[in-house]
Nanobody, 122 residues
Framework: QVQLVESGGGLVQAGGSLRLSCAAS????????MGWFRQAPGKERKFVAV????????YYTDSVKGRFTISRDNARNTVYLQMNSLKPEDTAVYYC???????????????WGQGTQVTVSS
């Protein structure tokens, strides 16, 4: 079992930055790929970024490439999402997830956090 707790969300103006954190319980954190997803009001949950178990491979959805950076610290059982140049369309609840497949599908992940709200004002 892996429990995930996100933090770092909030209200920011367009062009600003936020860093989300996702703290994981359990001693097997380093064996999991970690992903970030987001869900805007009235819309489906969508993939944002993923990092493999070692941190050596990352993948992003096109809309955040060059603005967001995913990283992980296996010693701290934590994954991060640094978000720069935020836009109003980035407004959503952001979820982290752990899985054995470093993919863009929700079904690739076995464990999910409760989410953290990110609101970007124009």
């Amino acid at each position: 079992q892996v429990q995930l707790v996100e933090s770092g969300g909030g209200l920011v103006q367009a062009g600003g930055s936020l860093r989300l954190s996702c703290a994981a319980s359990g001693r097997t954190f380093s064996s999991y790929a970690m992903g970030w997803f987001r869900q805007a009001p009235g819309k489906e949950r969508k993939f944002v970024a993923v990092i493999d178990w070692s941190g050596g491979s990352t993948y992003y959805t096109d809309s955040v490439k060059g603005r967001f950076t995913i990283s992980r610290d296996n010693a701290r059982n934590t994954v991060y999402l640094q978000m720069n140049s935020l836009k109003p369309e980035d407004t959503a609840v952001y979820y982290c997830a752990a899985g054995t497949v470093a993919g863009p599908l929700g079904s690739d992940y076995d464990y999910w956090g409760q989410g953290t709200q990110v609101t970007v004002s124009s």
